[in-house]
């Protein structure tokens, strides 16, 4: 009997060690495994936060429990009659002045961070060249993809991030169409993308992402804006500052790239009729396009930004984007292609790549 | 008029006309709490289908237009359209007598926040059968509510527009009603703590819901009469909305709230048999928490984008508001410390209230620190933190307090052994559901997110939190199925169900008729049936006045009537950007409608009428037998 | 209690609290007007932070389209209005109804002519294109105004009723604390376009 009930003690204990490990998340997601200074800070005050806040559910819960015990009616017996106690004031004093202190100690690293964190002034720091010494990258959220653009380096991105570790990047925020929000989880928190103002921040990212599953760190919109945005994901590349160079660079090298109606590959001539008044496939210039860029589509991770890397995916969005995004821009932008367009399109997009 | 409480039974016809045109406090408060309970209802429906949906990755139970209007809907339905009124139910049905009144200090105005309440959440919930309802999330932020096709919004706009005009007639006529309709004797601190909640609760009525109408005004013209106040293009600008529905959104949280705490600061005393511990600090809390409630509302905005001095003054204000909320649990700890405590259904809900609201008053403090709240903004952390609050701490004070207030609103106990069985499935329930929450806001994922990806960590704790939704369902079924049963159980014709009553409401018998105290009672102190009863008076209570005629405001149609009105106006402004030439008239028709019956009210006299003695003695010997007062 | 004939010798000191019924209209409309203030300041903060604000380019600002005199003309109208309510009120306190229907009336005059004014106002700038629907500046300028002239609308209309309403009831404690009621919100309205006139005319002006 009593071995039996140890067995199913330490059962439930490791189910319920099971439940707590797991709720630790996927690294490439989750708050609860940052990477790099501000995601590390922000889950240095989770922790902090959380004893304090532990601490007092502590101490409630066993005044609760232990009040609640020695009152019961069934065991002093129905006709008990309690003292009418009006109160009592050294009581109040304690539980206001202790929970106040309690706020204080909490206030002080809040503050510091809140500070710390707005602070974007080295963004607009120059060297003796007058070149920027922070790298800059101006996001702006659209319907449901995301745009990055790095101006100092004359480069445009899209739904993959592409950023050097171990430095501070400098975002800039802003919406194209309705209000989103840029969040990457696992490297700290999310700004608001507004339709009338820029918002700026940094992040810093503390880790190659090369390692992770996927090798991307997941981001999310974290903003209600129509009926896709629980689709609205974007993947981080986190490099080391060589390989970020090196990627600048071979994106710089795309200047001028296009394709040609003119062409004999069925692909790229559907492409240049069908997709080019939208989609670039030159890495040079600014953000404001129709569609997302996609000259490194076949260095991609997703298509679509959910569905997984393949061809068969990206003829199954071709076919018909609002079966996979509901209410997504380019659902009717260009006109009936074929099943035959669609794989070579397909074949021409997923060639699209910059990387070797 | 006046015989018609002496009167056996009416038709249905005749009841149906009474119920229409009451404006007594006593069936308005049923009307509300049948009202809520619908809406409750439809809106639960709305959450089981949400976290059907979430159950697995990749789900395609709904579709993502349709997630959008649920969640919508459910949000906007909860706060608005069920919880308000469930509290207002027992505000209407408790509150008159628990000062001692005869009836509210606007009879006629109750009425109207009733029905313009009432028509305006059936106004919202047209939407579904007519092109889609809102699907902008409860908050409605412009940017995404401008851009949203159809006419989902404007409903939202409207039917929130006129149930918000009722909700602030209703407050406005609470806190006239406590501050002048007290029985001699009741002075302001030895009001029970239900009745001070209210009044600060009303208070904050008074004062956050005109930015609400405002806000929705200003959607309202540009969605509908192209105005520019939220087209960034012709220099408007959302993040105006984003104040002015926070300004309004937080202290909403605290309107509902406030009465909850009042609820069960009347729940516990009774059933642990103790006096309230700390009185004066609980008012005193009372009337911060409500203080501080508008200091706050850019927590909710942390994100946004104000800076950091925003952010850090907000994030320490919000931080205070901790403490008086603070002092409120100890109190109820100490009330219950030392006393005999009895576990009925109504104290089982406050003992399991206790608990789950300090998780959720602790994550709030987390979220508070802005740059934590950063990461945990508009993630399920958040989800999981409103529901423990609005949950753990408002929905557990309607539940309870309707086994509470049962006997006295109804002359019937709702049974107690099927109200244990609701609360434990629907306690263990809510705690399935939402602790887990928490984690998966951690584990990143972002709220009002229509489906998940699989590979993301998320899919058991998304399974097991639709689990505790099911188990939620299965505990409000089983309360409506109590209520139905009570329904058809015998009359209690008693007074005092609970035995340990301690304010006005507990020393008059059920039923209560019509002009509630035959005489206006005199307080002589806090608690005063618990002060009368245990000085012996077997009267129930010492009366302030002899016997004598009665004087009570007249039923009218009118308030109907005005609702009306704004309800079809409502109809003429939404079809009017469709360009229908019938639009315009038929706004104006309704305004018509409702200015005239406005007209009417003010023009004719309405002097209410008087009850003889010689009738209070009849009513009196019909409702409790030959012997009256015995 | 309503047959009771009065004589100002038996009228109370404040009819409009003597029963029951007038003491709650008497907070009522107190409360009502915090709720109002509340409305109007949200009004405020949104015509402020739209102030100015416009499409590209846009060619009105408060300096140039606002003139002092006009706005001038109606504060006074609105304020003397607001000297005669009190006037009315100060009659109703010693039981002189005729002084009451007169100086009421005068209000309501005062009232129309400050309406016309608006009325003419608006006329204007629509005129010069300055519509409702041009800016987001124009937005904010009319609905703040506009609320406010609603508000004095309600007032005229409301006062309206009581005279004629009540013109051969005479005065009694029922009707007394209709009469007190309005005048409060009559005053309220008065404030209220002072701070108008102060923000967005004068304000507007000076830049």
Same mark, same amino acid.
């Given at each position: 009997?009593?071995?039996?009930?140890?067995?199913?003690?330490?059962?439930?204990?490791?189910?319920?060690?099971?439940?707590?490990?797991?709720?630790?998340?996927?690294?490439?997601?989750?708050?609860?495994?940052?990477?790099?200074?501000?995601?590390?800070?922000?889950?240095?005050?989770?922790?902090?936060?959380?004893?304090?806040?532990?601490?007092?559910?502590?101490?409630?819960?066993?005044?609760?429990?232990?009040?609640?015990?020695?009152?019961?009616?069934?065991?002093?017996?129905?006709?008990?009659?309690?003292?009418?106690?009006?109160?009592?004031?050294?009581?109040?004093?304690?539980?206001?002045?202790?929970?106040?202190?309690? %706020?204080?100690?909490?206030?002080?690293?809040?503050?510091?961070?809140?500070?710390?964190?707005?602070?974007?002034?080295?963004?607009?720091?120059?060297?003796?060249?007058?070149?920027?010494?922070?790298?800059?990258?101006?996001?702006?959220?659209?319907?449901?993809?995301?745009?990055?653009?790095?101006?100092?380096?004359?480069?445009?991105?899209?739904?993959?991030?592409?950023?050097?570790?171990?430095?501070?990047?400098?975002?800039?925020?802003?919406?194209?169409?309705?209000?989103?929000?840029?969040?990457?989880?696992?490297?700290?928190?999310?700004?608001?993308?507004?339709?009338?103002?820029?918002?700026?921040?940094?992040?810093?990212?503390?880790?190659?992402? &090369?390692?992770?599953?996927?090798?991307?760190?997941?981001?999310?919109?974290?903003?209600?804006?129509?009926?896709?945005?629980?689709?609205?994901?974007?993947?981080?590349?986190?490099?080391?500052?060589?390989?970020?160079?090196?990627?600048?660079?071979?994106?710089?090298?795309?200047?001028?790239?296009?394709?040609?109606?003119?062409?004999?590959?069925?692909?790229?001539?559907?492409?240049?009729?069908?997709?080019?008044?939208?989609?670039?496939?030159?890495?040079?210039?600014?953000?404001? &396009?129709?569609?997302?860029?996609?000259?490194?589509?076949?260095?991609?991770?997703?298509?679509?930004?959910?569905?997984?890397?393949?061809?068969?995916?990206?003829?199954?969005?071709?076919?018909?984007?609002? &079966?996979?995004?509901?209410?997504?821009?380019?659902?009717?932008?260009?006109?009936?292609?074929?099943?035959?367009?669609?794989?070579?399109? &397909?074949?021409?997009?997923?060639? %699209?790549?910059?990387?070797? | 008029?006046?015989?018609?409480?002496?009167?056996?039974?009416?038709?249905?016809?005749?009841?149906?006309?009474?119920?229409?045109?009451?404006?007594?406090?006593?069936?308005?408060?049923?009307?509300?709490?049948?009202?809520?309970?619908?809406?409750?209802?439809?809106?639960?429906?709305?959450?089981?289908?949400?976290?059907?949906?979430?159950?697995?990755?990749?789900?395609?139970?709904?579709?993502?237009?349709?997630?959008?209007?649920?969640?919508?809907?459910?949000?906007?339905?909860?706060?608005?359209?069920?919880?308000?009124?469930?509290?207002?139910?027992?505000?209407?049905?408790?509150?008159?007598?628990?000062?001692?009144?005869?009836?509210?200090?606007?009879?006629?105005?109750?009425?109207?926040?009733?029905?313009?309440?009432?028509?305006?959440?059936?106004?919202?919930?047209?939407?579904?059968?007519?092109?889609?309802?809102?699907?902008?999330?409860?908050?409605?932020?412009?940017?995404?509510?401008?851009?949203?096709?159809?006419?989902?919004?404007?409903?939202?706009?409207?039917?929130?527009?006129?149930?918000?005009?009722?909700?602030?007639?209703?407050?406005?006529?609470?806190?006239?009603?406590?501050?002048?309709?007290?029985?001699?004797?009741?002075?302001?601190?030895?009001?029970?703590?239900?009745?001070?909640?209210?009044?600060?609760?009303?208070?904050?009525?008074?004062?956050?819901?005109?930015?609400?109408?405002?806000?929705?005004?200003?959607?309202?013209?540009?969605?509908?009469?192209?105005?520019?106040?939220?087209?960034?293009?012709?220099?408007?600008?959302?993040?105006?909305?984003?104040?002015?529905?926070?300004?309004?959104?937080?202290?909403?949280?605290?309107?509902?709230?406030?009465?909850?705490?009042?609820?069960?600061?009347?729940?516990?005393?009774?059933?642990?048999?103790?006096?309230?511990?700390?009185?004066?600090?609980?008012?005193?809390?009372?009337?911060?928490?409500?203080?501080?409630?508008?200091?706050?509302?850019?927590?909710?905005?942390?994100?946004?984008?104000?800076?950091?001095?925003?952010?850090?003054?907000?994030?320490?204000?919000?931080?205070?508001?901790?403490?008086?909320?603070?002092?409120?649990?100890?109190?109820?700890?100490?009330?219950?410390?030392?006393?005999?405590?009895?576990?009925?259904?109504?104290?089982?809900?406050?003992?399991?209230?206790?608990?789950?609201?300090?998780?959720?008053?602790?994550?709030?403090?987390?979220?508070?620190?802005?740059?934590?709240?950063?990461?945990?903004?508009?993630?399920?952390?958040?989800?999981?933190?409103?529901?423990?609050?609005?949950?753990?701490?408002?929905?557990?004070?309607?539940?309870?307090?309707?086994?509470?207030?049962?006997?006295?609103?109804?002359?019937?106990?709702?049974?107690?052994?099927?109200?244990?069985?609701?609360?434990?499935?629907?306690?263990?329930?809510?705690?399935?559901?939402?602790?887990?929450?928490?984690?998966?806001?951690?584990?990143?994922?972002?709220?009002?997110?229509?489906?998940?990806?699989?590979?993301?960590?998320?899919?058991?704790?998304?399974?097991?939190?639709?689990?505790?939704?099911?188990?939620?369902?299965?505990?409000?079924?089983?309360?409506?199925?109590?209520?139905?049963?009570?329904?058809?159980?015998?009359?209690?014709?008693?007074?005092?169900?609970?035995?340990?009553?301690?304010?006005?409401?507990?020393?008059?018998?059920?039923?209560?008729?019509?002009?509630?105290?035959?005489?206006?009672?005199?307080?002589?102190?806090?608690?005063?049936?618990?002060?009368?009863?245990?000085?012996?008076?077997?009267?129930?209570?010492?009366?302030?006045?002899?016997?004598?005629?009665?004087?009570?405001?007249?039923?009218?149609?009118?308030?109907?009537?005005?609702?009306?009105?704004?309800?079809?106006?409502?109809?003429?402004?939404?079809?009017?950007?469709?360009?229908?030439?019938?639009?315009?008239?038929?706004?104006?028709?309704?305004?018509?409608?409702?200015?005239?019956?406005?007209?009417?009210?003010?023009?004719?006299?309405?002097?209410?009428?008087?009850?003889?003695?010689?009738?209070?003695?009849?009513?009196?010997?019909?409702?409790?037998?030959?012997?009256?007062?015995? | 209690?309503?047959?009771?004939?009065?004589?100002?010798?038996?009228?109370?000191?404040?009819?409009?609290?003597?029963?029951?019924?007038?003491?709650?209209?008497?907070?009522?409309?107190?409360?009502?007007?915090?709720?109002?203030?509340?409305?109007?300041?949200?009004?405020?903060?949104?015509?402020?932070?739209?102030?100015?604000?416009?499409?590209?380019?846009?060619?009105?600002?408060?300096?140039?389209?606002?003139?002092?005199?006009?706005?001038?003309?109606?504060?006074?109208?609105?304020?003397?209005?607001?000297?005669?309510?009190?006037?009315?009120?100060?009659?109703?306190?010693?039981?002189?109804?005729?002084?009451?229907?007169?100086?009421?009336?005068?209000?309501?005059?005062?009232?129309?002519?400050?309406?016309?004014?608006?009325?003419?106002?608006?006329?204007?700038?629509?005129?010069?294109?300055?519509?409702?629907?041009?800016?987001?500046?124009?937005?904010?300028?009319?609905?703040?105004?506009?609320?406010?002239?609603?508000?004095?609308?309600?007032?005229?209309?409301?006062?309206?009723?009581?005279?004629?309403?009540?013109?051969?009831?005479?005065?009694?404690?029922?009707?007394?604390?209709?009469?007190?009621?309005?005048?409060?919100?009559?005053?309220?309205?008065?404030?209220?376009?002072?701070?108008?006139?102060?923000?967005?005319?004068?304000?507007?002006?000076?830049?």
């Amino acid at each position: 009997m009593m071995k039996g009930l140890k067995k199913w003690r330490l059962f439930s204990l490791l189910a319920v060690m099971t439940v707590f490990l797991s709720a630790c998340g996927e690294e490439y997601i989750t708050t609860l495994k940052p990477t790099g200074a501000v995601g590390k800070e922000q889950f240095n005050l989770l922790l902090f936060s959380i004893a304090i806040m532990a601490l007092v559910t502590i101490v409630v819960s066993v005044l609760y429990l232990y009040a609640f015990m020695k009152a019961r009616r069934s065991k002093l017996g129905e006709d008990y009659m309690p003292k009418q106690v009006e109160g009592s004031h050294t009581l109040e004093v304690i539980w206001t002045v202790i929970p106040i202190i309690l %706020l204080l100690i909490l206030a002080v690293p809040t503050l510091i961070s809140t500070y710390k964190f707005a602070d974007v002034k080295a963004m607009d720091k120059v060297d003796e060249e007058g070149n920027k010494t922070a790298l800059t990258v101006n996001v702006t959220a659209k319907l449901y993809w995301w745009e990055f653009e790095y101006p100092e380096q004359g480069i445009v991105t899209a739904q993959e991030l592409v950023v050097p570790t171990d430095e501070k990047v400098y975002f800039n925020l802003k919406a194209a169409d309705v209000k989103h929000s840029f969040w990457i989880p696992a490297v700290g928190g999310k700004m608001d993308t507004n339709v009338e103002n820029v918002n700026k921040f940094y992040l810093e990212f503390g880790e190659e992402s &090369a390692d992770l599953k996927d090798g991307v760190f997941y981001g999310k919109c974290a903003e209600l804006c129509g009926p896709s945005h629980a689709l609205m994901d974007f993947k981080v590349k986190a490099v080391d500052r060589n390989e970020f160079n090196d990627w600048v660079a071979a994106m710089q090298a795309t200047e001028g790239a296009t394709a040609s109606a003119e062409s004999t590959d069925l692909g790229e001539q559907t492409f240049a009729n069908s997709c080019l008044m939208c989609h670039a496939v030159s890495g040079v210039g600014a953000s404001g &396009a129709m569609g997302p860029n996609l000259t490194t589509f076949g260095d991609r991770n997703r298509v679509a930004g959910v569905l997984e890397h393949s061809k068969e995916s990206l003829e199954e969005w071709v076919k018909d984007p609002e &079966a996979i995004k509901p209410g997504n821009l380019m659902t009717g932008k260009y006109g009936e292609l074929s099943d035959e367009e669609i794989s070579a399109v &397909a074949d021409y997009i997923m060639g %699209l790549s910059i990387e070797e | 008029m006046s015989s018609a409480a002496v009167t056996n039974k009416k038709g249905f016809g005749a009841t149906l006309w009474d119920y229409l045109t009451t404006v007594d406090h006593k069936k308005l408060g049923v009307m509300y709490l049948f009202a809520g309970t619908l809406f409750f209802a439809i809106a639960g429906f709305e959450a089981l289908l949400m976290r059907l949906q979430l159950m697995i990755p990749n789900n395609d139970f709904v579709s993502a237009g349709t997630f959008n209007e649920l969640l919508t809907m459910h949000g906007t339905t909860m706060l608005f359209l069920a919880a308000t009124p469930l509290l207002f139910g027992f505000m209407n049905a408790i509150v008159p007598l628990q000062i001692g009144a005869r009836d509210v200090a606007f009879p006629f105005l109750n009425s109207l926040g009733f029905w313009l309440f009432f028509l305006g959440a059936l106004f919202l919930h047209l939407s579904f059968f007519l092109g889609g309802a809102p699907d902008a999330g409860w908050t409605n932020y412009a940017s995404l509510a401008l851009y949203s096709p159809g006419h989902g919004i404007d409903f939202y706009v409207l039917g929130l527009q006129i149930s918000g005009a009722g909700t602030l007639i209703s407050g406005i006529n609470f806190i006239v009603t406590i501050i002048t309709m007290r029985a001699p004797g009741m002075t302001f601190m030895r009001m029970p703590l239900f009745t001070w909640t209210s009044l600060i609760s009303s208070a904050l009525i008074l004062f956050a819901f005109p930015p609400l109408t405002v806000g929705l005004f200003l959607m309202l013209v540009d969605r509908m009469f192209e105005a520019n106040f939220f087209d960034h293009t012709m220099g408007g600008n959302t993040i105006i909305w984003e104040h002015l529905f926070w300004i309004f959104g937080h202290p909403e949280v605290y309107i509902l709230v406030l009465p909850a705490f009042g609820l069960f600061s009347e729940i516990i005393p009774v059933f642990a048999r103790k006096r309230l511990f700390g009185y004066s600090s609980m008012v005193f809390a009372t009337i911060l928490i409500g203080f501080l409630g508008f200091m706050v509302w850019a927590h909710h905005m942390f994100t946004t984008g104000l800076g950091a001095t925003a952010n850090a003054i907000f994030a320490v204000a919000t931080m205070a508001i901790a403490v008086p909320t603070g002092m409120k649990v100890f109190n109820w700890i100490m009330t219950i410390w030392g006393g005999s405590v009895k576990v009925t259904v109504p104290m089982l809900y406050a003992l399991g209230f206790i608990p789950s609201f300090v998780a959720g008053g602790v994550t709030g403090v987390m979220q508070a620190a802005a740059p934590l709240d950063y990461q945990l903004h508009d993630s399920y952390f958040i989800v999981a933190h409103f529901h423990y609050v609005i949950v753990g701490g408002i929905v557990t004070a309607i539940f309870g307090s309707m086994h509470f207030y049962w006997p006295i609103m109804f002359n019937r106990a709702l049974s107690e052994k099927l109200g244990v069985w609701t609360f434990w499935i629907f306690f263990i329930g809510f705690h399935c559901t939402f602790f887990i929450q928490h984690f998966l806001g951690l584990m990143g994922m972002p709220r009002r997110v229509f489906t998940f990806q699989a590979d993301q960590g998320w899919d058991l704790f998304n399974f097991i939190s639709s689990i505790g939704a099911i188990l939620m369902a299965i505990g409000v079924i089983l309360l409506v199925i109590n209520i139905i049963i009570t329904a058809k159980s015998k009359p209690l014709n008693c007074r005092d169900y609970w035995g340990d009553g301690r304010s006005l409401e507990w020393a008059i018998k059920t039923p209560v008729p019509f002009y509630n105290f035959k005489q206006t009672p005199l307080v002589r102190g806090y608690d005063p049936y618990w002060l009368e009863k245990h000085e012996g008076n077997k009267e129930g209570m010492i009366y302030a006045e002899p016997l004598g005629d009665i004087h009570m405001p007249n039923n009218s149609i009118l308030p109907l009537v005005m609702s009306i009105g704004t309800f079809v106006a409502a109809f003429g402004a939404l079809y009017h950007p469709d360009g229908k030439a019938w639009a315009i008239p038929v706004l104006i028709l309704g305004l018509a409608i409702t200015v005239g019956a406005m007209i009417v009210r003010s023009v004719k006299d309405d002097l209410g009428f008087h009850v003889h003695v010689e009738e209070v003695i009849a009513t009196e010997e019909h409702l409790y037998g030959k012997g009256g007062n015995k | 209690m309503e047959e009771t004939k009065f004589t100002p010798q038996t009228w109370p000191d404040k009819p409009e609290q003597a029963t029951m019924e007038g003491k709650n209209k008497f907070v009522g409309i107190w409360i009502f007007i915090c709720s109002d203030i509340t409305l109007f300041a949200s009004v405020f903060a949104t015509y402020l932070s739209l102030k100015d604000k416009g499409p590209a380019g846009m060619e009105f600002s408060a300096a140039s389209l606002f003139e002092l005199p006009l706005a001038f003309v109606m504060t006074m109208l609105l304020l003397t209005s607001s000297l005669t309510s009190v006037y009315a009120m100060y009659h109703l306190k010693n039981h002189n109804f005729k002084g009451v229907q007169i100086w009421m009336s005068i209000t309501v005059l005062l009232g129309l002519g400050f309406l016309a004014l608006e009325i003419y106002e608006f006329y204007h700038y629509v005129h010069l294109g300055f519509g409702y629907t041009q800016s987001a500046f124009s937005s904010a300028f009319f609905t703040l105004v506009g609320t406010h002239g609603l508000h004095v609308v309600i007032g005229l209309v409301w006062i309206v009723c009581l005279i004629v309403r009540n013109a051969r009831r005479g005065l009694s404690l029922y009707n007394a604390p209709k009469y007190y009621a309005a005048s409060i919100f009559w005053h309220f309205i008065d404030v209220i376009w002072v701070f108008i006139f102060t923000v967005v005319y004068l304000m507007g002006v000076l830049g």
